[in-house]
Antibody, heavy 127, light 113 residues
């Protein structure tokens, strides 16, 4: 079974650092882009960025660029999302999700959607 | 960024009746070289991650019941549930995959009347 399993819930204080993980199994992990999606309490979905574990090529939503870092360790089939200094506004559910690749047109990648999702990691930032 | 706008924000439909949700993009998301619309629909039930329903605006993901269908092209899209079942209660999101950042609509909450 193709699946993504995320690390457990975190409770942190403002200013602390954090790194959450997403481990893939049941498929060739290095060959699929993985994205991160934020869902703030009671709100909608926000696309944060994606990474290709095979070579760590990373694309960020400009709204999140500089606020988080996406990384990967293909040797252990794991992608990470990290913060160097958390804010209360980072309180949210974070999902990792496999991108359903379509094609490369010579300029950019095209995806059909997101076909495998992790279970989500709740991050709570509170003093 | 491409702005995705769904309507309505919430919807109540009787069991067995048709439910229709629309999604409008601020610019065309039709890739002309392959004539595909890069529009995806998801279903999210409480406490669960989203689930992929349709991609390319109208292609059902494997395992999705055929009561779910999608239509539209360019900037205007529709998700239709032909005969609402109790298990369809959820929030539905559209997302464009035409140009990064791959933006979502705000979501439509579907309930039973």
């Amino acid at each position: 079974e193709e699946q993504l399993v995320q690390s457990g819930a975190e409770v942190k204080k403002p200013g602390e650092s954090l790194k959450i993980s997403c481990k893939g199994s049941g498929y060739r992990f290095s060959n699929y882009w993985i994205g991160w999606v934020r869902q703030m309490p009671g709100k909608g979905l926000e696309w944060m960025g994606i990474i290709y574990p095979g070579d760590s090529d990373t694309r960020y939503n400009p709204s999140f660029q500089g606020q988080v870092t996406i990384s990967a360790d293909k040797s252990i089939n794991t992608v990470y999302l990290q913060w160097s200094s958390l804010k209360a506004s980072d309180t949210a559910m974070y999902y990792c999700a496999r991108q359903f690749y379509d094609f490369w047109d010579g300029l950019d990648y095209y995806f059909r959607g997101t076909d495998v999702w992790g279970q989500g990691t709740t991050v709570t930032v509170s003093s | 960024d491409i702005v995705m706008t769904q309507s309505p924000d919430s919807l109540a439909v009787s069991l067995g009746e048709r439910a229709t949700i629309t999604c409008k993009s601020s610019q065309s998301i039709l890739y002309r070289s392959n004539n595909k619309n890069y529009l995806t629909w998801y279903q999210q039930k409480p406490g669960q991650p989203p689930k992929l329903l349709l991609y390319w605006a109208s292609t059902r993901q494997s395992g999705v019941p055929d009561r779910f269908s999608g239509s539209g092209s360019g900037t205007d899209f529709t998700l239709t549930i032909s005969s609402l079942q109790a298990e369809d209660v959820a929030v539905y999101y559209c997302q464009q995959y035409y140009s990064p950042p791959y933006t979502f609509g705000q979501g439509t909450k579907l309930e039973i009347k």
